[in-house]
């Protein structure tokens, strides 16, 4: 037997491309969906929700399009922005490892109520951060210093206890 002809090696090429192609769309369509069901399981937990409240962006075209998109082009969520929505609840049910690039949170002027969980550390592409005016009590978590991308915290008008200061860690 002698080498492979280049006829039979094409074939063999464009097939792994083809694969690979198709497994890298499979994980982002597969991360996508995580990132949906960590939403609807969260509005679910929320005291008082409708149906235009965390609107899903995936295979919305236009919507990821546009520079106020909740979303990247690949469909990841990266802005969850819901100032003065009458929200009530809490950021328990919040699935924060379901968010590695979010870079964009405002929750400003809604109901919620409760401890910020430790978990937000999770959300390490996190810019920017507005909680204020809610009902957030307990301590600041600690973990809020190891963001390491946090440009703003906006905190104000809670019951919040305590101070953070940002860890500048070096790997």
Known sequence: MGSPTPNAVVPSLVFSIIFFWLSFLITISSESNEEADALLKWKASLKNHNRSLLSSCINDATNVS????????????????????????????????????????????????????????????????????????????????LLSHLEVLHIQLNRLDGSWRMCTCTP
């Open 66 to 145: 546009s520079k106020t998109s909740p979303c990247n082009d690949a469909g990841r969520v990266i802005n969850i922005s819901l100032p003065n929505r009458g929200v009530n609840g809490t950021l328990h049910d919040f699935s924060f490892s379901s968010f590695p690039h979010l870079a964009y949170l405002d929750l400003t002027w809604n109901g919620f109520f409760g401890t910020i969980p430790p978990q937000i550390s999770n959300l390490s592409n996190l810019r920017y951060i507005y909680l204020g005016s809610n009902q957030f009590f307990g301590n600041i978590p600690a973990e809020v210093g």
